[in-house]
């Protein structure tokens, strides 16, 4: 997949570790040149963007808070200022809450709903305006929607939003050859799914996958590479389950 980027612009939300560090890697190992949006760490998306650069691709560190609908905004008309356009969007950024329904307070549905769903939607929103035609939406979504999990409702709730602004998006957009998918990860061997869990946790999620192990974040990146090519101008409307058969 070398080269197949050359002279594209991607903007990876939430890009300055974990899956979201490895796609902007991936990307720009495939030519593209990447925006690597951060909230709070600028020193990890600088040090992402400079490994792309290191690489032989290009990139720029970009501060925005998808929660707030300015921001989005401010990351397109940069994007667009720096680059002439944008033609891929991957929506990474997210954060997780795992409680009881029962003890999720209004601030902590409101921040996660703000987080997960308002930054997508109206980063595809943002997209639907000022995308080039043809071009690739990829949204992360989760494999927790398929499965039955105590204490995952919240974050359930908001990847099961994601899905159906997918699916509803790629309706609205087929017309002008912009596809929009959905990837769902299962676990995925990053520094936040490794956070409070112990050994035989992690061990219980490995086993529980037919490929008998957690994932990688260079496995989401390289499902999320496949669907930003011009080979997958096929493909809209799906959500890609890239956790290895994982079930629970």
Known sequence: MIDKLNGK????????????????????????SV???????????????????KAGGKAVAMQADVRQVRDIQLLFDRTLNDFGGVDILVNNAG??????????????????F??????????????????ADGGR?????SSVTRVLMAEYGPYAATKGA??????????ELGPRGITVNAISPGP??????????????????????????????????????LLVTEDAGWITGQNICANGGFVA
Request: charged share 25%; with cysteine; aromatic share 6%.
């Open 95 to 112: 954060i997780r809450l795992f409680k009881p329904i029962a003890s999720v307070s209004e601030a902590e549905f409101d921040d996660i």
């Open 137 to 141: 939406i990829v949204n992360i979504s």
């Open 35 to 53: 925006v690597v949006n951060y909230v709070n760490d600028e020193k990890a998306a600088a040090s992402t963007a400079s490994d792309i650069e």
């Open 188 to 225: 995925t061997d990053t520094e936040l799914f490794r956070k409070g869990k112990t050994r035989e946790q992690i061990k219980g999620f490995a086993q529980a996958a037919a490929l008998g192990r957690i994932g990688t974040p260079a496995d989401i990146a390289d499902a999320v590479a």
């Open 9 to 32: 612009t991607a903007i990876v939300t939430g890009a300055s570790r974990g899956i979201g560090r490895a796609i902007a890697l991936k990307l720009g190992a495939m030519k593209a």
């Open 162 to 171: 994601v899905d159906q602004i997918t699916r509803v998006l790629a309706k």
């Open 114 to 131: 703000a987080a997960n769903v308002k930054g997508v939607f109206f980063a595809c929103q943002m997209a639907a305006k000022r995308m």
